[in-house]
């Protein structure tokens, strides 16, 4: 288990319910809440009063004008993939001892659970702003806390144990973008050669540490309270200098060189650089789907640019043509032998109808600014996902870890698909929440079963396998203690083995 508070994405725009709400409840459309609870709103505690909710909870934090920063917050509660289906009062009994540890048990909150991923998660939006003293709270040191309260929830419920002490050192936006594009980070580049190559011992001051930089290409430049990283010509591109390591924070450059002393302009930087960022994949496995990938977003943002040339073309000539239209009808109201009152009268009229005219002309042009790209492979993560749901090896093999439970194997390459109401997984596969917590994760050639493995569990694994793989011949993976009970039921439903394999 592991509890994480949520930070926006941009530190301007601050979470907001009625945004955050919507997305916990329905994603994109569709409807992904399997368990609801809220909590400290009396009368307002069903799935059906999720809106009303809304506003009171935001009505209370309009009655906080001090506060400045967000008032709401957003925490996840992630559960590992093996791990059982709670039941919803082991849910409520989570959520509840994670606010107290947060010193937010008196807050109105809303916790919803997620099941359509490989793993459920809990997402809990908690109102800041005390329903009484209207004082905002801010859980500070909530992280350690949420620690050893997870270690102690997987003890009680008997969860996974889920390794907690690794520190990661990518920010959000750096995870994000790598596990989005696949293409390495500037954080992570920034970290794996600047880092590893400047040695800080040999440089005795803040010019020789600035042109040693600059043969990266890069500049060291002062940002809020510390330093920052910034490519020369892509000042979009940056990182923090402790992300480098603990000597490059500010306060560590400072001793060892005193105050600090800005170095050259950009322009100057970028004449000298000799090792620059470029963005190239992460893993050189599969190499070849990456460079597919590649290739089709290339496609697809030049299918964008002749598209939007061509809508360029066509509403300048549509504009052309209206106002060749009403200066040919300005001229022949020029040119009629009638008094000036008349023309007047003429040309007012003219005037309304190009303004009508006009404004039906941008009606027409909204409607053609809806382009359509076509197939356009996505984010890193939905191609392969893509892939993945097409049969792809490489991105299964990408994508999918080794089933650790129980599974059933087919090398067939006709296979039924199972009808399935739960929305396709990051990882291109589904998974099916069954009657008594029972979760099975279907993938291109593979149904692994999720969690408890009871005789119950596993008959439904093998009939699963029978509806999609048929009868043919199929491999069982499981552990010594589950494969002979896992092949008699396979046997009794009549699938031929081929293959039986421990781990």
């Not at 209370?60 to 506060?67: V, Y």
């Not at 908690?126 to 003890?155: C, D, F, G, S, W």
């Not at 144990?161 to 500037?186: M, T």
């Not at 500049?219 to 200098?241: E, F, Q, S, Y």
Request: charged content about 30%; proline content about 4%.
């Amino acid at each position: 288990m592991i509890i994480t508070p949520k930070q926006p994405r941009n530190d301007k725009t601050h979470s907001r319910l009625s945004r955050l709400v919507p997305y916990m409840l329905r994603g994109k459309g569709e409807e992904r809440c399997t368990w609801y609870v809220a909590g400290n709103l009396p009368g307002l505690d069903r799935r059906e009063d999720a809106e009303l909710a809304v506003d009171v909870m935001e009505l209370l934090q309009d009655g906080n004008q001090r506060a400045k920063g967000s008032k709401t917050y957003h925490l996840v509660i992630s559960f590992h993939p093996m791990d059982r289906r709670l039941t919803p009062a082991e849910l409520a009994d989570v959520v509840a001892r994670t606010l107290r540890a947060a010193g937010l048990e008196e807050h109105q909150y809303i916790a919803v659970r997620h099941s359509e991923q490989d793993h459920e998660h809990l997402h809990v939006a908690v109102n800041r702003i005390h329903p009484e003293t209207l004082k905002i709270h801010h859980p500070y040191k909530a992280i350690h806390a949420y620690q050893v309260l997870a270690r102690m929830l997987e003890e009680e419920l008997g969860l996974h144990r889920v390794d907690r002490s690794r520190v990661r050192e990518q920010s959000h936006r750096a995870r994000d973008f790598e596990a989005h594009q696949s293409v390495e980070s500037f954080a992570r580049w920034a970290r794996r050669t600047i880092g590893g190559a400047a040695e800080l011992d040999r440089i005795g001051s803040w010019p020789a540490l600035h042109e040693e930089l600059g043969r990266f290409g890069v500049r060291l430049v002062p940002r809020g309270n510390g330093l920052a990283i910034v490519d020369a010509t892509r000042p979009n591109l940056a990182c923090k200098a402790s992300s480098l390591g603990r000597r490059w924070s500010k306060q560590r450059l400072c001793e060892r060189y005193g105050e600090f002393v800005p170095g050259p302009s950009p322009a100057e930087v970028a004449r000298e650089q000799v090792h620059p960022y470029v963005e190239r994949p992460i893993q050189s496995r599969d190499d070849d789907l990456w460079s597919e990938y590649q290739d089709a977003l290339r496609a697809a943002r030049t299918r964008r640019a002749e598209q939007r040339e061509a809508l360029a073309r066509r509403v300048e000539g549509a504009r052309a043509a209206q106002r060749q239209q009403f200066k040919l009808r300005h001229h022949a109201i020029a040119a009629m032998p009638i008094p000036p009152r008349e023309k007047r009268k003429h040309y007012k009229a003219l005037s309304f109808e190009k303004k009508v005219a006009e404004r039906k002309l941008r009606t027409k042009i909204r409607d053609w600014r809806v382009i359509s790209v076509g197939a356009h492979p996505g984010s890193w993560k939905q191609f392969l996902a893509t892939q993945a749901a097409r049969g792809d090896r490489r991105a299964i093999r990408r994508l999918a870890d080794r089933p650790r439970d129980a599974a059933i194997v087919s090398d067939g390459r006709h296979v039924r698909a199972l009808l399935s109401r739960s929305s396709r997984t990051s990882r291109g596969s589904i998974v099916h929440n069954l009657p008594k917590g029972i979760r099975l994760r279907e993938s291109a050639s593979t149904i692994e079963l999720l969690g408890s493995t009871s005789d119950e569990a596993l008959q439904l694994l093998v009939e699963m396998g029978r509806q999609r793989f048929g009868t043919s011949r199929v491999r069982l993976l499981a552990r010594k203690d589950v494969q002979r009970r896992l092949a008699d039921i396979a046997l009794e439903r009549g699938l031929e083995i081929a293959q039986e394999r421990e781990r």
